[in-house]
């Protein structure tokens, strides 16, 4: 059974700091794997995509990547800013196409 | 443009009710699926359907149901609404098919409260 697990669970930081989300997954045979923004009372935005076949994926300041073969991916936020305080969330697809999701990291950036 | 939608917004009724969800999609969407989401377990699959007619329990369906008549609506009905569903309910959709790139996209949520 697949398991997705988010590392840490909640990160506090200064506005402009580099930042790193960590997602793993205990089975690797999976279609893509997708990062979610969800702000506080609303619904999921999908952030970025990446297929099984790709090592990584890059919009504006974010840029997620992919290792299969460890069950690892990382998001990777560039210069921080206040804006980006949310929950994310990473989700793992198999060939059913259903999503299971990680349990997310809450980010929160201050001024 | 494209969206999905979701009503209502906010709902509470009271144990033992029957509570219908409405999910409607107009991208043209193949699957659609039902999650619920609660601290401290995430988003957990429900039901979830593949095209018109076809339907599918998820990891935590018992207590619902949903049916599929058309391509744009999967409503969720809850047959007897019990406390232990007070969650936040998502529902989402995808073009369908083995496509790697497949993305889900996802509605506002319903809050439900049942009391």
């Known amino acids: 059974k697949q398991e997705v697990t988010q590392i840490p669970a909640a990160l506090s930081v200064p506005e402009g700091e580099n930042l790193v989300l960590n997602c793993s997954f205990t089975?690797?045979?999976?279609?893509?794997l997708q990062w979610f923004r969800q702000d506080p009372g609303k619904g999921l935005t999908s952030l970025l995509l990446?297929?099984?076949?790709?090592r990584e994926q890059t919009s504006g300041r974010l840029n997620a990547s992919l290792d299969k073969s460890s069950g690892r991916s990382t998001l990777y936020i560039a210069a921080s800013q206040p804006g980006d305080s949310a929950t994310y969330l990473c989700?793992?697809?198999?060939?059913?196409?259903?999503?299971?999701f990680g349990t997310g990291t809450r980010l929160q950036v201050f001024p | 443009d494209a969206e999905i939608t979701q009503s209502p917004r906010h709902k509470i009724t009271e144990t033992g009710r029957q509570v219908t969800l409405a999910c409607h999609q107009t991208?043209?969407?193949?699957?659609m699926f039902w999650y619920r989401q609660d601290l401290g377990h995430g988003l957990r699959l429900i039901h979830y359907?593949?095209?018109?007619?076809?339907?599918n329990k998820g990891e935590v369906s018992d207590g619902y149901s949903v049916s599929r008549s058309n391509t744009e609506d999967l409503p969720l009905t809850l047959e007897s609404a019990a406390s232990s569903q007070t969650s936040v309910y998502f529902c989402?959709?995808?073009?369908?098919?083995?496509?790697?790139?497949?993305?889900?996209?996802f509605g506002p949520g319903t809050r439900l409260t049942v009391l």
């Open positions: 991208w043209n969407h193949n699957n």
């Open positions: 989700a793992v697809r198999h060939n059913t196409d259903k999503l299971i």
């Open positions: 989402a959709s995808s073009v369908g098919g083995r496509l790697s790139y497949n993305e889900q996209f």
């Open positions: 990446i297929q099984s076949s790709q």
């Open positions: 089975d690797s045979a999976i279609y893509n």
């Open positions: 359907s593949y095209g018109v007619h076809d339907t």
